[in-house]
């Protein structure tokens, strides 16, 4: 009976957990800031505004817990490619954890920034007024976002709604699920089981 009771009581939890528990983005505030102030741009440049893609964002954020450990130097004058990512570091990895096959990433863009303290006003300008990386920002022809920070650096991810830039996965219906998501349903199975012994 006892057991019974705290059964309940962590089934009861852990289904309250899985609803109030935020995206991993929706902590990443800076990544928001800048992806809304971004788009407010666009929309006075008449562009289609970039809709957040949470599996973009996972992957910036990966991206960015490696750079992370680097110096700023590193990235400073790294000029993207559409498609080559060749300098990002543990590129292939890093899809792989948030299950994106690499041939929807070919049109997309990644653009990683250091700056210090992730000061606003110093990120906005860097995407928006710096050439290397305001090409894409004003294309109209990217419609999808990845934001994603870790100490100085923010990673921008922009891409498209077609497969070679959607930064999806082909099969696996999991993958829908993000790396908290998954967490809590681990949380909620082995709830389950408490439950039932
Ligand atoms: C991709 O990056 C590598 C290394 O930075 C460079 O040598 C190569 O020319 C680039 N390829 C394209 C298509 O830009
Ligand atoms: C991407 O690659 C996967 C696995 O190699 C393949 O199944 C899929 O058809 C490819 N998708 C596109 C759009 O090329
Ligand atoms: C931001 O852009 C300015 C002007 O282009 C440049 O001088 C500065 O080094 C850039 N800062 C970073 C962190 O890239
Ligand atoms: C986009 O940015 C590039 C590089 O700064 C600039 O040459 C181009 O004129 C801009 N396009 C628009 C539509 O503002
Ligand atoms: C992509 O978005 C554009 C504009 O929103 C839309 O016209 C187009 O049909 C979409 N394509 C796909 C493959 O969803
Ligand atoms: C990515 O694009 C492919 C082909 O248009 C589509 O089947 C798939 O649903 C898209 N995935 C996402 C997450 O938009």
Redesign the pocket.
């Known amino acids: 009976m006892l057991s019974f009771k705290i059964g309940l009581h962590l089934l009861i939890a852990s289904l309250v957990a899985f609803h109030l528990l935020p995206s991993p983005v929706a902590c990443d505030d800076e990544g928001k800031n800048l992806l809304h102030d971004v788009n407010i741009y666009r929309k006075v440049m008449n562009l289609p505004v970039l809709d957040e893609s949470a599996k973009a964002s996972c992957l910036a954020e990966e991206i960015a817990e490696d750079l992370a450990d680097m110096h700023c130097e590193t990235f400073?004058d790294y000029y993207p490619t559409p498609g080559n990512n060749s300098k990002i570091p543990n590129f292939q990895k890093n899809l792989a954890k948030c299950s994106i096959e690499i041939n929807t990433t070919t049109d997309g863009v990644i653009m990683p920034?250091?700056?210090p303290k992730l000061n606003h006003d110093?990120l906005f300008?860097?995407y928006t007024?710096?050439n290397r990386f305001t090409k894409y920002l004003n294309n109209s022809k990217y419609n999808i976002a990845g934001v994603g920070t870790e100490d100085d650096w923010m990673v921008f991810i922009v891409g498209t709604n077609s497969s070679s830039a959607n930064f999806s996965s082909s099969s696996s219906r999991l993958a829908h699920l993000s790396k908290p998501h998954l967490l809590m349903l681990a949380f909620f199975f082995t709830t389950l089981l408490l439950f039932f012994n």
Do not use: A, D, F, Q
């Open positions: 400073r920034l250091c700056v110093v300008s860097n007024k710096s």
